[in-house]
Nanobody, 120 residues
Framework: QVQLQESGPGLVKPSQTLSLTCTVS??????????WSWVRQPPGKGLEWMGF???????GYSPSLKSHTSIARDTSKNQFSLQLISVTPEDTAVYYC????????????WGQGTQVTVSS
């Protein structure tokens, strides 16, 4: 059973960098056909896909966030991470990490989500 767990600060000040980590258990992040994504949900809004890092280290980003988003991985720890630079209050959201399985074209595993508030 694959499990994902987000971790990181719950409160970030405007203009700072938000850093979140997703720890994966029950499967290797380098397994073929798995893509590891970050998705967020601002209060009162729908889910917003942010980007992914693939089993092969490839990355992709939402065009609207690409300029200030970075996703990386640490294969030795079976983790992947999100950095969002120069955050504003509009980046306040619940942040989720999720696994996209390319063979079925579905997000089949999700973390429980972590609330991040951007406020001074």
């Amino acid at each position: 059973q694959v499990q994902l767990q987000e971790s990181g600060p719950g409160l970030v000040k405007p203009s700072q960098t938000l850093s979140l980590t997703c720890t994966v258990s029950g499967g290797s992040i380098t397994t073929d056909s798995w893509y590891w994504s970050w998705v967020r949900q601002p209060p009162g809004k729908g889910l917003e896909w942010m980007g992914f890092i693939g089993y092969d280290g490839s990355t992709g980003y939402s065009p609207s966030l690409k300029s200030h988003t970075s996703i990386a991985r640490d294969t030795s720890k079976n983790q992947f991470s999100l950095q969002l630079i120069s955050v504003t209050p509009e980046d306040t959201a619940v942040y989720y990490c999720a696994r996209f399985y390319d063979s079925s074209k579905t997000y089949d595993y999700w973390g429980q989500g972590t609330q991040v508030t951007v406020s001074s």
